[in-house]
């Protein structure tokens, strides 16, 4: 059912889709065209095709790949390797089964707008979650959605700040070095009180002198180029982690990995900037799995006190780079049910989905099935490249620092002097992205406080001007100021108080990524979409919802776990 219609089913459809709209119509006011407009009017030279597609991938990609993969290698520690491939795999065919179910609901309601409009590119009045929802649900369904949304894409900016916050020590210890030494070196030690203060202040800092006014920009387009420096670091981050796992195994010394091996834990008094002797914390157990507890604490040797005794970063060390206590208790079941709600975060599309396939449709002289089907060859493209992309990370980050990884394997990255300008990169394009991401959750935010009477100013033609979160920053500058500053600043204190990054993405995945990727999409695909008419409709709806039973049993889980180990 969800593949492109023949021409007889279409004739026997009791809903006329677009192509034939086009085909009958005389006149559309929007692009006047006439009766005669043919199938080739319709398409563009091959070569433009080509690229638009391209961009379609590159978009989809960017909008995936990010801060979520960074927990990914963190799975491979927590359950068994076959069990993590397994859980990336299923994870990556659901959400692109349900964001290729989302896209098919919006194509069937937008084609039945601009029927129903006489005006082609009417259909834009459906391209979010909000008007979809209002359209299967009506308003308060609408209004729930958004609501739901806010609260994802709040996660998300906690998750990017907690990233900043984990980076913050690590960035101080180099400014510190460059100021007082003339040269960046991780191994500067700093006094305790001089850190701790440094760090506030940076981070803080940082977020009120840059971060915030960026937030506060109508117009965000000029950050999008950051989109793909991001996307290019973390392509990079994959590659030196896939080399130096290989190198690590090259170069191991059985009695260097013996004396060496640092412990990771809360009893350790580890220095974070000290670089460890070459094998030492690359080592990975003899066979991922299922982390005991005492081999977690007794495998490893700790530092004498020589070493560490005077240490002032140890307190900081210890805080940031003691492993998880998800890693070493609750049952397999727990665990799996952790690392899937990890999976989700970092798979998820559907935010983006929609208006990408807007900018595809260009001017909307091309049907609307036709863009569909190029769109969903996008989406099975971007799901296949990043299960392989995870499980290429995942093995190899696993591989490479094995029970020691952090749920942020950036921590893990710091104590290797190679890798300074890398994640220099990755901790400004943190900062410089973040707008692209908190501005959205702002405008959703502006449009719920505007709603009065669950009234859907979305899909209601007639409402364009007093309430739409589009005209808001512009007509009321100070409630921008102040929306801005509390939800940045609420971002800001719940980063601060999280312990670890991977609860985070956990929570978030277990829990809003679960509505917005999973639920919400198969409710609204159920509700709009004719799929009643055939077997095979039917068994893909059967199957879509088997997906959401076990996405939201593995997110309660997730949550309960997450919840009680702390």
Known sequence: MLSTMTPDLRASSPIPTLGSYVQTLSHVQHHHLSSTFTRTQVHEPKQRVSLSDFHVFMGLLMSVVGAGMLSVPYTFVIVPTAQAVIGIVVVGISMGATANALLHAHVQVASEEELRMRHVGAGKRVASFQSLAAKAGGNVFGYIVSAVTALGIFGGC??????????????????????????????????????????????????????????????????????????????????????????????????????????????????????????????????????????????????????????????????????????????????????????????????????????????????????????????IVVTLFCIALYLVFGLCGAKLYGESINGNVLLNLENDSAMKIPLVAVYLTVIVTFPLLFHPMRSVVEELLQQRNQVDTITNARSTTATTAVALPSRFPKQRVVLTTALLGAALLVATHVPRIEIVFALVGATTCTTICFVFPVVIFTRVYPWQKNARGRAQVAALWLIVAFEVVMGGAAVIFVLTSR
């Open 158 to 379: 906690v998750g990017c700040i907690r990233i900043v916050r984990d980076m913050t020590p690590f960035m101080v210890v180099l400014m510190y070095s460059l100021i007082n030494n003339g040269s960046v070196d991780i191994h500067t030690a700093i006094p305790a009180s001089d850190q701790k203060a440094a760090e506030q202040i940076l981070l803080w800092g940082l977020f009120a002198v840059v971060v915030f006014p960026l937030c506060l920009l109508k117009n965000l387009s000029a950050l999008k180029i950051t989109n793909y420096l991001g996307f290019l670091f973390s392509i990079y981050l994959v590659i030196v982690i896939t080399y130096r796992s290989t190198q690590s195994v090259q170069q191991h010394d059985p009695e260097d990995v013996h004396n060496d091996t640092i412990a990771l834990n809360a009893t350790t008094t580890a220095n974070a900037f000290v670089v460890p002797p070459r094998g030492s914390v690359r080592e990975a157990p003899p066979a991922i799995g299922f982390v005991h507890s005492t081999a977690s604490f007794t495998r490893r040797r700790l530092r004498s006190e020589h070493d560490t005794a005077q240490d002032p970063l140890e307190a900081p060390a210890m805080e940031r780079e003691a492993p998880s206590p998800s890693a070493s208790h609750g049952s397999l079941f727990s665990r799996f049910a952790q690392s899937v709600s990890i999976y989700n975060f970092a798979f998820m599309m559907h935010l983006n989905l929609l208006p990408i396939f807007i900018q595809l449709r260009g001017s909307f002289d091309r049907p609307m099935t036709e863009t569909r089907m190029r769109m969903t060859k996008g989406i």
